[in-house]
């Protein structure tokens, strides 16, 4: 170590206390917007990413961000819902595929994304043990939901129940797990992916009981010769096996079955735009292109962006006076020391060169800790995007 | 925590600004290979996929003989579904399995789509017993819809349109006008039928035969026996129902047409002590080694035999 280095050092190293304040101001002053710009870089590719893998959502007229929000992340929103002839229909116009989802459940708080096998086809999910949920009351998982509650094909993952005290809600559903996806590095990960169908049973809309001869008499409010009313205490199954699978059925019209959304995947960029302006112009449902919505958020917000990067500035700024008024007193108690150093003959840049290998050593120790404490960050922060 | 958790997304999204232009739209399918043939599970089904896309590309995935509510599909057959360029299905009503099975409804390719809303045929529910058993209700519609010529056209266009947009380009195209032909030879049996009857009603243990008879304007007179082959006593009403039915000669054919499984034991005293002939009538629903127009035509010939004066 060079003399000049060893001196800078030593003073650096004798008054720790300063020396240490020093470097915690100008590492925090690094850190946050470090740490902004990464975490904003990182959720700009996340969101724009998957809203530009989207290539169209249709839902019920209402809140366009809530509709995207809940179709790209699964988001938890009160969607008005779109009847499943509406796929149908749309389908019969062979402009996209259409591929349902439904998401208003949870399991072991973790979304239940109920949709076709177009889905995971269309995202790209591959399942690394078992298979796709096909089956009623089958499940598939995203990784981050197998990995977080230690399940593999053939476990059991019940539903959340909806209301805990109200006998007449269906019961949670014991949901068998046909099969676990690698990851993704998407939301998707964090996912429970089942058919629509085994959505009706948890919506109560489907489910399957004893034949109504076989009905305990004490729930039968009334028999006609038509028709069989039941309490509505009646248990139904809560869970589909092999056995009872064939017992359940659907109640009312299926073509009014409730879907929360529709992916549309149209064949060409002019079939999109056909398709958006027809079911726009309709009326009766909404379709919107995530990445207009996405950026339409984004701008909303984008003020509050510039507000950041003002006080971004405003601290690395006021740090910088900071640093330069400490090493400037610094240098004033240090003058008997600069005049020994004279005295002995040292050249005279050997004053400043001390004090500034000293500010030196203090910018590159709080670069390191900035850079350490911005890796932490963007590795242990939630992920936002999948959870949002 | 959620709050929390929106009010750092926000921070982000604010932070990220809109500098990016608007991405494409277009979206990428899945890189899952499908297999270029249509897959079916009943007889109809396979006769209008072979119709439009030829035999060859088509996959049967059911097995034979099974009836269709009462089949379940194996792991083997729902991968071999999900896997087929186009799946060609009755419907809901015709296959119940469908009510549990997650098919993509992209490839899936309904033939009751084809029937418009007024000419379904419902039954009314009726309350019965099995023997001495306790009461219960039937009722809903029926579901053999392609056994009316009119229909089974109309299944045949939409489906040869689905079809064959699916799997253009991967095979040679059917002969034309085949199944056309074969369907007029089903008609002009069908009116040789109601000509044979000449006004009489046919008695027979099954819905199944209201589309046909309705074509024809055959009087059908249906007493569902629920044999089901279980070795249980036929339902009391409609054996009462049946003896009735078989008292008033000259106003039916003398013959009980059995379109679901024949019961040899009741067949045998529904003729000694009824005088009634069985007919076994085959509404080609199932998989077989013979097409659905095949059997039904042959069907209808075998009843007009049975009903011609000796």
């Given amino acids: 170590m060079s003399g000049i280095l060893f001196l800078a050092w030593r003073h650096a190293a004798a008054h720790r206390a300063r020396t240490s304040i020093l470097i915690a101001c100008v590492a925090l002053a690094l850190w946050v917007p470090w740490t902004a710009g990464a975490l904003a870089g990182q959720y700009d590719r996340t969101l724009r990413a998957r809203a530009a893998e989207t290539p169209l959502i249709i839902g019920a007229p209402g809140n366009r961000y809530d509709l995207t929000l809940a179709a790209l992340y699964f988001r938890p929103s009160r969607l008005e819902t779109v009847p499943y002839q509406e796929l149908e229909r749309l389908q019969e116009g062979g402009k996209a595929t259409f591929v349902p989802l439904h998401m208003r459940f949870t399991a072991r708080g973790n979304p239940i994304v109920a949709t076709s096998v177009e889905y995971v086809e269309f995202r790209g999910l591959e399942p690394a043990e078992g298979r796709h949920a096909l089956r009623l009351g089958e499940v598939a998982l995203g990784a981050e939901v197998a990995q977080t509650l230690g399940l593999r094909p053939g476990d059991a993952l019940l539903s959340d129940p909806t209301e805990l005290y109200d006998i007449s809600r269906p019961p949670a559903l014991k949901m068998r797990v046909a099969g676990v996806y690698r990851p993704s590095g998407t939301p998707d990960d964090g996912a429970v992916f089942c058919d629509v169908r085994t959505a009706w049973v948890l919506e109560g809309i489907a489910h399957g009981h004893a034949p109504a001869e076989e009905i305990d008499e004490s729930l039968v409010l009334s028999r006609a010769e038509e028709s069989v009313a039941v309490s509505g205490a009646l248990m139904e199954y809560a869970e589909v096996t092999e056995e009872n699978e064939g017992t359940f059925h659907y109640h009312g019209d299926t073509a009014l079955l409730p879907l929360s959304a529709l992916l549309a995947i149209p064949a060409s960029r002019k079939d999109g735009t056909l398709l958006k302006s027809a079911v726009n112009a309709a009326g009766d449902l909404q379709a919107v292109t995530p990445t207009s919505v996405i950026d339409d958020l984004l701008g909303v917000v984008f003020r509050i962006k510039a507000f950041f990067d003002l006080v971004g500035g405003f601290l690395l700024g006021t740090t910088a006076l900071l640093v330069y008024v400490v090493f400037l007193l610094s240098s004033r108690l240090r003058a008997a020391e600069m005049r020994t150093l004279d005295r002995i003959g040292a050249p005279r840049r050997v004053g400043a060169g001390l004090i500034g290998l000293e500010a030196v050593l203090v910018l590159l120790v709080a670069g390191a800790l900035a850079g350490g404490a911005t890796a932490a960050t963007l590795r242990w922060l939630p992920d936002l995007v999948s959870t949002f | ?310």
């Fill in chain 2, 1 to 310: 925590m959620g709050t929390v958790r929106t009010l750092l997304l926000s921070t982000a999204i604010a932070l990220c600004g809109c500098s990016d232009q608007l991405a494409g739209t277009e979206g990428a399918h899945g890189t899952t290979p499908l297999r270029s043939v249509v897959a079916v599970t009943s007889g109809p089904a396979e006769l209008l996929a072979a119709a439009a896309v030829g035999q060859a590309r088509v996959e049967r995935v059911a097995p034979s003989g099974i009836p269709l509510d009462r089949w379940r599909p194996d792991d083997g057959a729902l991968d071999a579904m999900v896997s087929a360029r186009r799946v060609l299905v009755l419907g809901d009503e015709g296959e119940p399995w469908l009510q549990r099975a997650g098919l993509p409804p992209s490839r899936t390719a309904r033939l009751e789509a084809a029937v418009p809303v007024e000419r379904w045929i419902e039954v009314g529910s009726f309350t019965h017993t099995h023997g001495g058993g306790e009461s219960h209700t039937h009722g809903g519609v029926v579901v053999e819809t392609w056994t009316d010529p009119d229909l089974l056209r109309a299944m045949a266009r939409r489906s040869a349109v689905q079809l064959r947009s699916a799997l253009e380009g991967g095979g040679a195209a059917p002969p034309p006008g085949g199944l056309d032909g074969r369907i007029d030879a089903y008609a002009a049996e069908l009116t040789a039928l109601a000509a044979a009857l000449d006004g009489r009603a046919l008695i027979a243990t099954h819905h199944g035969m209201e589309y046909l008879c309705r074509w024809a304007g055959i009087r059908l007179e249906v007493t569902e026996l629920e044999l089901e082959g279980s070795g249980a006593p036929p339902n009391d009403a409609a054996v009462r129902e049946l003896a009735e039915l078989a008292g008033q000669e000259g106003a039916q054919a003398g013959v009980l047409v059995w379109p679901g499984r024949l019961d040899p034991t009741f067949a045998e005293m529904a003729q000694q002590e009824l005088g009634l002939r069985s007919v076994d009538f085959d509404l080609g629903g199932t998989l077989s080694d013979r097409d659905t127009l095949t059997r039904l035509t042959q069907s209808v010939a075998r009843l007009r035999a049975a009903i011609a004066p000796e």
